[in-house]
């Protein structure tokens, strides 16, 4: 998202500050919250700007509606312009509160239904295929730094805990809890949760903190304590994630897969070996058992298999 135009209305960018500064102090938001946040207001007050809005308390409920159209017509998905929606309510509601507008223009706007995509999922061979694409550089010098071994890791260990591309990166190695095979995840809003590894994740993980991460290391402390580290010895991000995944994706001759995939794949195979709605949430760390509903969706096979075993007609 580009910057805000430079004559955009003082008042505009007063709200917009001020606004930044209330999610950062008072609310504590994350750094990636905050970005996400801080893009929907860009894009909303680009777009005021455009729309002749020079004062932000003139700011009608047409313009919003107006400005909701404009995010439709770019090709947003439903979910993600239900996101923006959710963010102006939240900045149109704290500009109520500080009394810098009489009426809220928020209000007259309706929450979008939300389509409910059925996600890609992986089947188990593709999947196995994906985790056996990371295999050692035959050409590769005696002493070169085996980068296989920390990719194969982060991928079993994306699939085996349905970790974000993100909660790869954010990894610390005091939470990799080995004795009890599981790792402490921390996810949006900064909620914990404990997964299982799954022993192939686990030996995977036991092979790169032993032979790769300690050639990754340097000793100014920038790993800051992360599993995954790159060739410069800082945390992976999940840009560098994707790329990756990416990347052994191409060579397992898979097509349309990125790290959300494997999370997706993650949850479906627990619903199909019979694993309770509830028990996926929690190892998802969805606040919303809606949002995981959506995996009873995708397992056909199964959804087949019970109507013919439990319907007097199946």
């Known amino acids: 998202m580009p910057a805000l135009p430079d004559d955009l209305a003082p008042s505009l ?8 500064a209330y999610l950062r102090v008072e609310c504590g938001m994350s750094a990636n919250t905050l970005d996400a946040y801080g893009r929907d207001i860009r894009e909303l007050l680009t777009h005021l700007h455009t729309l002749g809005v020079r004062d ?3 700011t009608g409920h047409r313009d919003l509606a107006a400005h909701i159209a404009h995010l439709s017509r770019r090709g947003l998905a439903p979910a993600s312009v239900a996101r923006h929606l959710a963010t102006l309510k939240v900045f149109f509601r704290w500009l109520a509160a500080r009394k810098e507008i009489e009426k809220n223009p928020a209000d007259f706007l309706d929450q979008p239904t939300r389509w409910k995509k059925i996600p890609g999922v992986l089947s188990p061979r593709q999947v196995k295929a994906l985790l056996e694409a990371p295999k050692p550089d035959p050409d590769a010098k005696p002493d070169a730094i085996p980068y296989y071994s920390r990719d194969r890791a982060m991928l079993e260990l994306m699939y085996a805990s349905g970790l974000r591309a993100s909660e790869v990166g954010a990894l610390g190695l005091s939470e990799v809890i080995d004795t009890l095979g599981v790792v402490r995840v921390t996810g949006k809003g900064d909620k914990q949760r404990l997964v299982p590894m799954g022993a192939p994740a686990r030996e995977a993980l036991a092979d790169y903190l032993a032979t790769c991460r300690p050639r990754l290391l340097r000793p100014d402390g920038r790993d800051k304590g992360r599993v995954f580290l790159t060739h410069t010895g800082r945390p992976i991000e999940r ?17 349309d897969v990125h790290p959300h995939i494997l999370r997706h794949s993650f949850a479906t195979h627990l ?4 694993a309770d709605l509830r028990v996926v949430q ?3 760390g969805h606040a919303d058992i809606a949002t995981t509903q959506i995996y009873t969706h995708v397992d056909k ?14």
């Open 56 to 58: 932000i308390a003139r």
């Open 301 to 314: 096979d199964r959804l087949r298999s019970v109507h013919k075993t439990f319907h007097p007609r199946g």
């Open 271 to 274: 619903l199909s070996g019979g």
């Open 282 to 284: 929690e190892l998802l």
């Open 13 to 20: 960018r007063v709200a917009q500050t001020n606004f930044t």
């Open 239 to 255: 840009v560098r994630v994707w790329q990756l995944v990416k990347k052994y994706a191409a060579i397992a001759e898979l097509h």
